[in-house]
């Protein structure tokens, strides 16, 4: 099994080589960076949440969409426990918590893509065709947006959710849960999702991505307003983060499929290097979702704003000491306010 994809095993009758290496590599790998991805997960997120919660009446438009990103990364960053026991000891919670971990995982992270996507557009239509911002900013076109990505990345999981089993798994010598599918079906339906999930859940997005901060930036850069500390930039940087995180897992699953058809050798050194590849990066991608957080901690004026207020709120000693924290929060406050660009209260 190519431990870290999610999908069946290789039978090793067929297979040119058994990557042993791979294996016990993950064993320790994978354990200790889903922990550690876990807790800072978990603890950056809850903030993210709570900030932007406490803050719900004066919300401005990328804020609805920022708060359902972290609510999938937090959700995300749930399954990881899952992931690590499983490496070490293999699946011990039975079929339910299969079909529910890998469809949550597969759920949250094509949300996340099309949640960007969305965020970027409304900034394209706004800022360079001049659309009104109050368009977007609806209740009833928030509410059916909304629930239209996460229907889309349910409609994702849907395979998860359907055929993801938990089985003994001889390669792996341990219960593993992965995509059941019927072993003469199995090749075709793994080159038939990689290529699905390759060009409609991650590339067709990033090029709407990079067609629409071109542009937005292209028009910043006639009008002259590049060299200011715009929060635009921020969710440029939330957007690349994701791009680097996910991108990589992308394309070593684009060399898999291509070796599948025949395009590229298959030998066991490239079977080996393959699996460490796909086991890293997708380690990277699952990273991502605690790493949001610290991208509005260190850019986030607003932000950190929030935060200084949270921590005066809950630590406050003295009237003194507060007035000045709130005094400081303040002046932080004011380096962000740039005129009929304000458009999230985290930035």
Same mark, same amino acid.
């Given at each position: 099994?190519?431990?870290?994809?999610?999908?069946?095993?290789?039978?090793?009758?067929?297979?040119?080589?058994?990557?042993?290496?791979?294996?016990?590599?993950?064993?320790?790998?994978?354990?200790?960076?889903?922990?550690?991805?876990?807790?800072?997960?978990?603890?950056?997120?809850?903030?993210?949440?709570?900030?932007?919660?406490?803050?719900?009446?004066?919300?401005?438009?990328?804020?609805?969409?920022?708060?359902?990103?972290?609510?999938?990364?937090?959700?995300?960053?749930?399954?990881?426990?899952?992931?690590?026991?499983?490496?070490?000891?293999?699946?011990?919670?039975?079929?339910?918590?299969?079909?529910?971990?890998?469809?949550?995982?597969?759920?949250?992270?094509?949300?996340?893509?099309?949640?960007?996507?969305?965020?970027?557009?409304?900034?394209?239509?706004?800022?360079?065709?001049?659309?009104?911002?109050?368009?977007?900013?609806?209740?009833?076109?928030?509410?059916?947006?909304?629930?239209?990505?996460?229907?889309?990345?349910?409609?994702?999981?849907?395979?998860?959710?359907?055929?993801?089993?938990?089985?003994?798994?001889?390669?792996?010598?341990?219960?593993?849960?992965?995509?059941?599918?019927?072993?003469?079906?199995?090749?075709?339906?793994?080159?038939?999702?990689?290529?699905?999930?390759?060009?409609?859940?991650?590339?067709?997005?990033?090029?709407?991505?990079?067609?629409?901060?071109? *542009?937005?930036?292209?028009? %910043?850069?006639?009008?002259? $307003?590049? /060299? =200011?500390? &715009?929060? +635009?930039?921020?969710?440029?940087?939330?957007?690349?983060?994701?791009?680097?995180?996910?991108?990589?897992?992308?394309?070593?699953?684009?060399?898999?499929?291509?070796?599948?058809?025949?395009?590229?050798?298959?030998?066991? *050194?490239?079977?080996?290097? %393959?699996?460490?590849?796909? $086991?890293? /990066? =997708?380690? &990277?991608? +699952?990273?991502?979702?605690?790493?949001?957080?610290?991208?509005?901690?260190?850019?986030?004026?607003?932000?950190?704003?929030?935060?200084?207020?949270?921590?005066?709120?809950?630590?406050?000693?003295?009237?003194?000491?507060?007035?000045?924290?709130?005094?400081?929060?303040?002046?932080?406050?004011?380096?962000?306010?740039?005129?009929?660009?304000?458009?999230?209260?985290?930035?």
């Amino acid at each position: 099994m190519k431990l870290g994809t999610g999908y069946p095993d290789i039978d090793p009758n067929t297979a040119p080589c058994v990557q042993t290496e791979v294996n016990a590599f993950a064993r320790y790998f994978g354990p200790v960076i889903f922990s550690l991805v876990f807790v800072v997960g978990l603890v950056g997120n809850s903030l993210v949440l709570v900030i932007l919660g406490q803050s719900r009446r004066s919300w401005r438009f990328a804020d609805h969409y920022l708060f359902q990103l972290a609510v999938a990364d937090f959700l995300l960053g749930l399954t990881l426990p899952f992931r690590a026991v499983q490496f070490t000891q293999g699946w011990n919670f039975g079929e339910f918590f299969c079909k529910l971990v890998g469809g949550l995982s597969t759920m949250t992270t094509y949300t996340s893509i099309f949640l960007l996507t969305y965020i970027s557009a409304e900034r394209y239509f706004v800022m360079v065709r001049a659309m009104p911002p109050n368009f977007f900013l609806k209740v009833s076109h928030i509410y059916v947006t909304s629930a239209f990505f996460w229907g889309i990345g349910l409609a994702f999981s849907i395979v998860d959710l359907h055929f993801r089993t938990a089985a003994y798994v001889s390669q792996a010598k341990a219960v593993v849960c992965h995509l059941g599918f019927e072993a003469q079906e199995a090749g075709a339906w793994k080159l038939g999702l990689q290529l699905f999930f390759f060009f409609l859940g991650f590339w067709l997005p990033i090029l709407v991505m990079i067609y629409c901060y071109g *542009r937005i930036f292209t028009k %910043l850069h006639h009008a002259g $307003l590049l /060299s =200011r500390r &715009l929060p +635009l930039r921020l969710l440029v940087a939330i957007w690349i983060l994701f791009v680097v995180c996910w991108g990589p897992f992308h394309c070593f699953i684009l060399m898999d499929s291509l070796q599948r058809v025949g395009h590229l050798q298959r030998d066991c *050194r490239q079977e080996k290097l %393959l699996d460490f590849g796909v $086991l890293i /990066s =997708r380690s &990277l991608g +699952l990273a991502h979702c605690c790493l949001n957080p610290l991208v509005y901690t260190f850019g986030g004026v607003r932000f950190q704003r929030e935060l200084c207020r949270l921590f005066c709120y809950s630590h406050r000693r003295s009237s003194g000491r507060h007035h000045s924290g709130s005094q400081d929060c303040s002046q932080a406050a004011e380096q962000s306010a740039i005129q009929n660009m304000d458009y999230s209260i985290m930035m």
